[in-house]
């Protein structure tokens, strides 16, 4: 194999012959398997050999890299973590046991679990100068504007883990970015209420701990509700990685200059904020209240069917589900349970949720292209039900999504055949032409 491939992506012995009409030639393209889904061509050397590059908008049909972090199988509806079925880990696993199995590769032993537990939470606290900065922005500002901001500018607080090339510094890194978001977006809500910064405490688990920092004021006891608090763990886990998606291929690319950590990450959470990304969880909310009531589903359904009506339904679709997403069920029976453990008899949104999931199902506009309820479909009545504010929804997604972003940046930086992001592109603007002076312009 003339190209470096790592140990687990192995060349068939098939391959594809691109016959080019014109000059007729044949090139050969070796076409590569991994463990689980679709082989790919490795056309690493198509424009060498034919003068060709490949056009794919959206990367719909590219693999941008080898991973062996998360798979997916959109057809079937599986989502794996190294291996393990997202059912079990929601089941089985807290947030911080996926966080190391993200991390490490493989689940941790009890003693290992322990570690990293007290690992993360010293890194809980934020660099005190950090609340000025807080102060610098408008109280109105959408708390993802301010994760962008805070978490661009960790690396102008923790100048001793920004060196990429030394693993040391970069585990540390990693282990700040997963121990500190909640902290950043604990604050960025407080700070949108007027309220005090909440200090994190070190001796509750993680997702007691955000909520915590969520929802405490120094005036009284904040009592922790096991129930909440499990939920909310779950739904970490739910979100906390799903392969190349668009804000980790942005955590990839930006990171593929050499960028340091903190600044990638920024860069994830701006692509994540996009509705049609982590933002979409908000925009179901939105949408559910604009719908109202169960009699207007079928004007917004229309609507959505309307070719030349930009309008979606929010939570709907998926890139690579063509099948129910897989987190999407577990979402759902999470925010049954909710309800019923919180005693919430009646959910007008939930039941106008349900409703115009029933009536899309049945649609043969949805069904012909697959168009299932996605993560993001249930996950914001949750957080309603869960005393979450709306601006808040994308803010958690972001919190779960960072060690996903964070091990797919290690495992790149590890990468032998990591090279800087340069796509190609099909040039259609104007050929050469000769500047003209602006009096003889016509
Ligand atoms: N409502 C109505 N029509 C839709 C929807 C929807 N939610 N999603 C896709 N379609 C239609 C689309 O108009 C197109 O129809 P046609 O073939 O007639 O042109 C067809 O389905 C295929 O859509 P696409 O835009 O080519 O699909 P995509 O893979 O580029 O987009 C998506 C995937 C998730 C961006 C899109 O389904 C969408 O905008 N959904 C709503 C936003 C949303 O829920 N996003 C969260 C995604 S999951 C969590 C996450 O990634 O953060």
Not at 241 to 270: K, W
Request: a negative charge; glycine letters at 6%; charged letters at 25%.
């Amino acid at each position: 194999m003339s190209q470096k491939n790592s140990a687990a992506a192995k060349e068939s012995n098939k391959n594809v012959k691109v016959i080019d009409n014109v000059s007729g030639k044949e090139s050969n393209f070796p076409i590569l398997t991994g463990t689980e889904g679709a082989p790919v061509i490795d056309i690493r050397k198509l424009y060498a050999e034919t003068g060709y590059f490949t056009y794919d908008p959206g990367f719909i049909a590219t693999g941008s890299c080898e991973s062996k972090i998360t798979y997916i199988d959109g057809d079937k509806g599986i989502l794996l973590h190294r291996g393990y079925p997202i059912e079990q880990l929601a089941e089985n696993s807290d947030f911080l046991e996926v966080c190391y199995l993200l991390l490490y590769g493989e689940l941790p032993k009890q003693n290992q679990k322990t570690e990293f537990d007290r690992a993360i939470t010293l890194h809980t606290m934020l660099h005190e100068q950090i609340t000025n900065f807080y102060r610098g922005f408008r109280r109105d500002a959408h708390p993802m504007a301010i994760m962008c901001g805070v978490v661009g500018a960790l690396s102008a607080f923790y100048h001793d883990s920004t060196d990429i090339a030394d693993p040391h510094q970069r585990m540390v890194a990693s282990y700040r970015m997963v121990a500190k978001m909640p902290t950043i977006a604990g604050w960025a809500y407080k700070y949108s209420l007027g309220q005090p910064f909440v200090y994190p405490r070190n001796d509750l688990e993680f997702s007691e701990n955000f909520l915590h920092m969520m929802f405490a004021t120094p005036c009284e006891e904040y009592k922790i509700n096991p129930v909440i608090a499990k939920a909310m763990d779950r739904i970490l886990i739910l979100h906390a990685d799903h392969e190349q998606n668009a804000s980790t291929s942005t955590v990839r690319l930006a990171g593929s200059s050499g960028a340091n950590p903190f600044a990638c990450i920024s860069a994830g959470i701006a692509s994540l904020w996009g509705p049609a990304h982590g933002g979409a969880n908000e925009a179901v909310l939105n949408m559910l209240n604009e719908i109202g009531n169960k009699d207007n589903i079928a004007d917004f359904i229309k609507k959505a069917k309307d070719p030349n009506d930009p309008f979606r339904i929010m939570g709907f679709g998926h890139r690579v589900y063509k099948n129910f997403d897989p987190r999407a069920k577990i979402m759902r029976e999470t925010c049954h349970s909710v309800l019923d453990e919180l005693d919430i008899r009646e959910e007008p949104l939930l039941d106008l949720a349900m409703e115009l999931e029933r009536i899309a199902l049945e649609d043969e506009y949805f069904v012909s292209r697959k168009l299932y309820p996605n993560v993001d479909f249930y996950s914001g009545i949750i957080f309603q039900a869960l005393g979450i504010p709306t601006t808040m929804f994308t803010v958690l997604f972001a919190v779960a999504r960072t060690v996903g972003w964070i091990a797919q940046w290690n495992e790149m930086i590890e990468d032998p055949n990591q090279k800087i992001g340069r796509p190609r592109q099909l040039y259609t603007g104007s050929a050469q032409r000769d500047h003209v002076p602006i009096s003889e312009r016509g």
